[in-house]
């Protein structure tokens, strides 16, 4: 393939074979419609970007039945409320008298509400009908559209440019982020500046969370891939924060070249990602490595419990369990049925390998001897909450950094 940032010829470094939709939960009359493609990861060395060969249309992810909701998690609520103080505390020190902030992917507005409630001025980009009408009814502002140059053009023309546009795991499911960037162009004041946070490459690599890998992440990134993709469109990178949500994220601020001072953060972080070995090929030939032995040890796990008779159930119909799931094989004679607390995923299979989603009272009604943790980027507020189930015996399966059992 050509890399999609720095058009160099790249190829995959592994394969996690045939993949169906990540939050296409089916319905056994879907069955035979399934999608399916091959997720093959590769690094550029042109760019150090990370990205996977083939991607689904955009349109096959993202609908009015999309299943995402960022609100189900109560952390991730409690993130964004932290976030949305950061960023106007960022943009108001920028002297921005009457701010006005753009998210990209803006869901269920579990961000701008807070936003919305300051009565600051906001506008939402959400392509999803059913999660941008969520967000309404909490007040936010919102377009049910895919963010375009055109559609920049559009808001800066009717509602003036932007002193921020920010946006949370969403910029790494775009494939064309030159168009982004152009868009961020149009859309961006002087000294406005754009702000995105994402599962961060380092993390994924460092603790061999390959899930992060699915037809939705087209990319994950470090500084030194954000850096590389921005300075060809007359932006830097001023700031990078480490996040620990999602299983470790980082959050890149940009703004035009020469705007703000550069904060000693992102010098830091580039050396750190040098050291770690991200721009060089064989950090991936050991990632693959990890990853198979991980696919190993996880099958192994299973099947033991298996021929044990022990009950096995899976915590949380993740997106990124679609990659475990099927990279590994597990099928519904490994595990019983995956509990999730989102209705729209409840009474439906899991993509390709079609083992049942039930709601979380199933979970409680039956509690499995092994539960094996799908939300794992979610485990504290999990173990907190299940406090009762590892009480009265209950072990808990992860596979984050590396396969074990807890309890
Ligand atoms: N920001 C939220 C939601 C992340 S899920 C959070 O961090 O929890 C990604 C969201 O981005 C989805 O709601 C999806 O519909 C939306 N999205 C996907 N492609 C987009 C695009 N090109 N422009 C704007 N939003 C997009
Ligand atoms: P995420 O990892 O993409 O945030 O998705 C988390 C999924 O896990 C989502 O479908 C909701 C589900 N979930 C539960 O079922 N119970 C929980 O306690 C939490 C935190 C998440
Ligand atoms: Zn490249």
Request: proline share 5%.
């Amino acid at each position: 393939m050509k890399c999609r940032i720095c058009g160099r010829e790249a190829q995959p470094f592994m394969s996690f074979g045939r993949m169906p939709i990540a939050n296409g939960f089916v319905t056994p009359g879907q069955f035979k419609d399934e999608y399916f493609f091959e997720l093959a990861p590769v690094f550029c060395e042109g760019c150090s970007g990370f990205q996977i060969l083939e991607q689904p249309a955009a349109q096959l992810m993202f609908h009015e039945n999309y299943a995402f909701f960022s609100r189900t998690s109560r952390r991730m609520a409690a993130h964004f409320a932290d976030f949305a103080r950061w960023l106007r505390g960022r943009v108001e020190g920028a002297g921005a008298s009457d701010p006005f902030v753009v998210e990209l992917g803006s869901n269920d507005g579990i961000m701008l509400e807070h936003f919305a409630k300051a009565g600051i001025r906001h506008l939402g980009v959400e392509p999803s009908a059913n999660v941008a009408a969520e967000a309404r009814r909490h007040g936010v502002d919102c377009v049910t559209e895919f963010f375009t140059p055109a559609l920049a053009g559009r808001i800066a023309a009717e509602r003036g440019r932007a002193d921020a546009i920010s946006a949370a795991n969403v910029m790494c499911h775009i494939p064309d982020l030159h168009d982004i960037a152009r868009a961020a162009d149009r859309l961006l004041g002087p000294r406005g500046i754009l702000v995105f946070e994402e599962p961060y490459l380092g993390d994924m690599i460092a603790k061999t969370s390959y899930d992060q890998i699915y037809d939705e992440h087209v990319y994950v990134f470090s500084a030194l891939s954000v850096s590389n993709l921005f300075e060809r469109h007359g932006f830097e990178l001023i700031d990078a924060l480490p996040q620990s949500t999602h299983g470790g994220s980082m959050r890149y601020v940009l703004a035009r070249k020469g705007a703000h001072a550069k904060a000693p953060a992102v010098a830091e972080v580039v050396a750190r990602e040098r050291a770690q070995g991200l721009h060089l090929p064989e950090t991936y030939a050991g990632f693959r490595r990890n990853c198979e032995r991980s696919k190993e040890q996880l099958l192994k796990l299973l099947r033991d419990l298996k021929a044990q008779g022990r009950r096995v159930a899976g915590y949380g119909a993740t997106s990124k369990s679609t990659t475990v799931i099927n990279y590994c094989g597990i099928d519904p004679s490994l595990i019983e049925f995956i509990s999730d607390t989102t209705p729209i995923k409840q009474g439906k299979f899991t993509p390709g390998a079609h083992i049942p989603v039930k709601p979380y009272e199933a979970f409680c009604a039956q509690p499995p001897d092994y539960a094996l943790l799908f939300a794992w980027n979610h485990s504290q507020e999990i173990f907190d909450k299940e406090k009762d189930f590892s009480d009265n015996g209950g072990k808990w399966i992860v596979y984050v950094p590396d396969v074990s059992v807890i309890g």
